[in-house]
């Protein structure tokens, strides 16, 4: 590094410095570079080797990764990759030795932000660490990650920050101004009924009413009462003309949940709404226009409802112009800490207590599969939270076992879980061996480091 530049103070965010890593095999180089960054008001961490990045990527966060590209066994390029795929909106700068510019080049290719050829000034180094933060904050604005986002587009019910929760709150936003109809997929307790309601808030029918109802809690008779409403003398019981929901949504937006569970007949009935924007009230003949927007959810797979002739087609088309689907959780297990705060600060909020999630707690909840997905995890935190037998909430006061149902016979999983599970054990095993050393756990068990750590991210596991 050349000397006698001036430093660039970067210009530092609220709430705390900037995190930096800095990756080089050269010792000298490593620490010199840090020094400066140091310098300059950063937060700097350093690791040897690449190896050694893994293992500090997944166990904390970095606004930007500063990796050398030439490194063995793990070059600056899966440095890259890995910091990437654990943490998306996260900057990599390259550096580079005279003569492999292409290198470099190739590595923005692959997601770089920049590079930077050694030997550099500091005031170049400094610089293009700012405009990487600078990118990365642009990022994580429009990444849903800044509380003034979630706010401005009423998405405060949808808690996470996951990359599928991020895609799925982008399409939300973008569809939402639309008068299209949506089909929201997703297992149970996955949030369907919450995504409804923040594409009605985004709508320009927001100031209009939301009128969800769940077709799985209704009798066919009652349902079609309860939707198109009903003239004097129509049934035993009718005694005056009632409007049916549809009416009064008018404006609106209708919410048709667990859409699967109704019948083909009635079914025909909801494609004439959709298609005409028309009803007929029961023991009517007469149809009157209603204004709605139509979303419906399911748990359920249409298309194999289809082949067996118990959801018509062609509703199917007509819901299905944009289809959303509600990740579960076990595919989103970087958003269970995030869900297990939100779920305590609102315990709390409600009973006035301070209670807090230990990280022994976390971790018990991130390695568990949760098959309600966030309705089981509210109801793990809420009883954790009103069982505790203080203000800190710890490992031993998360009782998931407790909420799943005795049937007298053990619960029926998927070989992949029972995988997943088998490996979740091995591993946490070998890293009490090894005391948190990934190399020696990936040694022991006979994987690469790369393998070691991109599996540890995928069953929720950290180094401590």
């Not at 009128?211 to 035993?236: D, M, Q, R, Y």
């Amino acid at each position: 590094m050349a000397e006698g530049s001036e430093a660039v103070a970067p210009q530092l965010p609220s709430g705390g410095k900037p995190r930096v890593l800095v990756v080089d095999d050269q010792r000298n180089m490593r620490t010199t570079t840090a020094f400066v960054l140091q310098q300059a008001g950063y937060d700097v961490a350093e690791a040897e080797s690449g190896e050694a990045a893994l293992a500090r990527l997944l166990a904390e966060p970095f606004e930007v990764v500063l990796t050398d590209l030439k490194m063995a066994p793990l070059d600056g390029i899966a440095v890259l990759r890995g910091a990437l795929e654990i943490a998306p909106a996260t900057q990599v700068i390259v550096m580079t030795g005279f003569g492999t510019v292409e290198s470099a080049v190739a590595a923005m290719q692959q997601g770089a932000h920049d590079y930077v050829s050694k030997p550099f000034k500091q005031e170049e180094l400094l610089v293009r660490v700012q405009r990487a933060l600078e990118k990365r904050r642009l990022l994580v604005e429009v990444g849903l990650y800044t509380d003034e986002f979630r706010q401005r587009y009423k998405l405060d019910a949808l808690v996470g920050r996951s990359a599928a929760m991020r895609e799925l709150l982008t399409r939300v936003v973008r569809v939402a101004p639309t008068e299209v109809t949506v089909l929201i997929t997703g297992e149970s307790g996955t949030g369907k009924e919450l995504v409804a309601r923040a594409i009605h808030a985004n709508s320009k029918r927001s100031s209009r009413p939301f009128v969800p109802v769940n077709c799985a809690a209704i009798s066919e008779s009652l349902l079609e009462s309860e939707l198109f409403g009903h003239v004097k003398g129509a049934f035993t019981g009718a005694v005056k003309l009632r409007q049916g929901l549809l009416e009064e949504a008018s404006g609106g937006t209708f919410f048709f949940d667990e859409i699967a569970e109704t019948t083909p007949a009635f079914q025909a009935k909801l494609l004439r709404v959709i298609q005409e924007h028309e009803i007929r009230r029961v023991g009517d003949n007469a149809s009157i226009q209603v204004d709605v927007r139509v979303l419906a959810a399911t748990n359920q797979d249409l298309r194999k409802s289809i082949a067996e002739k118990r959801f018509r087609e062609d509703l199917f088309y007509r819901l299905n112009v944009v289809p959303l689907v509600v990740p579960p959780l076990r595919e989103r297990r970087d958003d269970i800490p995030i869900l297990a705060q939100h779920f305590v600060g609102r315990f709390n909020q409600r009973n006035g207590t301070r209670r807090v999630l230990t990280q022994g707690a976390l971790q018990k909840m991130v390695a568990h599969a949760f098959p309600g997905n966030v309705r089981e995890l509210e109801n793990v935190v809420e009883q954790a939270a009103a069982l505790s037998h203080s203000d800190e909430i710890t490992a031993d006061d998360v009782r998931l076992e407790a909420l799943i149902p005795d049937s007298g016979r053990p619960a029926v999983r998927t070989l992949a879980e029972q995988i997943d599970e088998a490996e979740r054990e091995a591993i946490q095993r070998a890293m009490a061996r090894a005391d948190g050393n990934l190399e020696r756990v990936a040694r022991e068990l006979d994987v690469s480091t790369t393998t070691l750590w991109r599996k540890m991210k995928r069953l929720g596991l950290r180094r401590d």
